[in-house]
């Protein structure tokens, strides 16, 4: 584990200088292993932020490990582990609506720490590793099959296999991190997975951007929400996924952050800030950038969600798909202290004015998020809570299974 938590601190060596990244801001980027999340239509109300006591606080300890048995037709679970990926054809945005069918629900039984829901609905999910035959990264519906049923009070469940992650932990930290950096993100812990009484080994459990999630960081989480795969450039919106009206999408509400884009220099600030959370968006551009998050919005135009908030009028960009952090993968031989392939990063670095307050929210969250020292004790606080799943032969070299 010593080795994993020197890799995890090394990229924090960053100049103040502009990376490389390839193809057009507009290009769109699939290559990542995005979360494909529903569509949240179906979910139910949002529960009251307001209860004092919320039951979904449960499935996100900090203390422990979640235990996670689901039972299914044997059958049933032969066929999802050989579902291939999905093509791109599957999928609805914001151009064209599916050709192709997805990823298939099939019946089953959960139990989470004793509590039991029957009648659930159990997918594969994510693309390249999360889309494995032997530990498939899985989406779990609990009202596919019974309407308005939920699991302590949350109607999805997101298991990640951590096929990219070798530390077991980039996940619930890097969600924590930008959680403390002001930013809305998932909450995340691990669970221990047996299907039918096979060990699949330690997931990470990431809260689903649904609108139990969004109620927890906005005043009103019913607006429009996009998964990744377009960029705010002319004709680059249409590849964004919409979550909301899937059958009939509406996406007009991304057209003005591309039309604030393409304002004069002198006018970019004041009006692409009338339309999207800008001082957010630099602290998120700045997380994305200090976790080494490469294969993230700003660097890659991949792994976001972005939602439309009707109370602000605003766009927010959250994080998704972080599986891969801390890698200190380098996609040029340029410093990384700057990730602009992103449109929107890419014309805010551009700018003298614009590049000044990202560098300021650069510097503040390395003054008051990154904290090594509190860092490295969480790391030694992960490794004593999965080491006894994750390395039961005392080997010293962790594994998901």
């Not at 582990?81 to 914001?94: E, F, G, I």
């Not at 994510?126 to 889309?131: E, I, K």
């Not at 609990?142 to 096929?163: C, D, F, K, M």
């Amino acid at each position: 584990m010593k080795n994993r938590r020197s890799r995890l601190i090394m990229p924090l060596l960053l100049a103040l200088t502009f990376s490389a990244c390839t193809g057009d801001p507009g290009r769109e980027n699939t290559t990542g292993d995005a979360g494909d999340v529903d569509n949240i239509d179906d979910a139910g109300d949002a529960g009251n932020v307001n209860n004092q006591i919320d039951p979904t606080e449960a499935l996100y300890p900090r203390d422990r490990v979640l235990e996670v048995t689901l039972v299914m037709s044997p059958a049933d679970w032969a066929a999802l582990r050989a579902q291939p990926r999905p093509t791109d054809a599957a999928k609805t945005t914001c151009s064209r609506q599916p050709t192709e069918p997805g990823y298939t629900y099939f019946p089953a039984t959960i139990t989470i720490d004793g509590l039991t829901v029957a009648n659930v609905g159990v997918r594969k999910k994510g693309n390249l590793g999360s889309a494995s035959s032997a530990r498939p990264g899985l989406r779990v519906k609990p009202h596919e099959y019974v309407p308005g049923q939920r699991i302590a009070g949350l109607s999805a469940l997101t298991l990640n296999n951590n096929h990219q992650d070798d530390t077991l932990v980039s996940q619930c930290l890097g969600y924590e991190l930008f959680r403390s950096a002001g930013l809305p993100a998932s909450r995340c812990a691990f669970a221990h997975v047996t299907v039918n009484g096979e060990d699949l080994g330690i997931y990470s459990n990431v809260e689903t951007i649904r609108e139990e999630m969004l109620a927890r960081h906005f005043t009103d989480p019913t607006g429009r929400l996009y998964e990744s795969g377009g960029d705010f450039v002319p004709g680059g919106t249409g590849g964004f996924e919409p979550k909301v009206d899937e059958t009939a999408p509406d996406c007009s509400d991304l057209t003005p952050v591309v039309t604030a884009l393409a304002a004069p220099d002198a006018e970019l600030a004041t009006r692409l800030g009338a339309v999207l959370d800008l001082p957010r968006f630099f602290r998120f551009w700045a997380m994305e950038v200090v976790t080494d998050h490469w294969d993230g919005y700003a660097n890659n135009r991949n792994n976001f969600f972005i939602y439309h908030d009707p109370t602000s009028d605003q766009m927010h960009f959250l994080p998704w798909g972080i599986d891969a952090l801390f890698s200190g993968r380098q996609r040029s031989t340029r410093p990384l202290s700057v990730f602009a392939c992103g449109a929107l990063a890419w014309r805010l670095y551009d700018v003298p004015d614009t590049r000044a307050m990202y560098l300021a929210a650069l510097r503040d969250v390395l003054d008051n998020v990154w904290d090594a020292p509190v860092l490295l004790a969480e790391l030694d606080r992960l490794e004593a809570l999965l080491r006894p799943l994750a390395d039961p032969a005392g080997t010293g070299e962790f594994s998901a299974r």
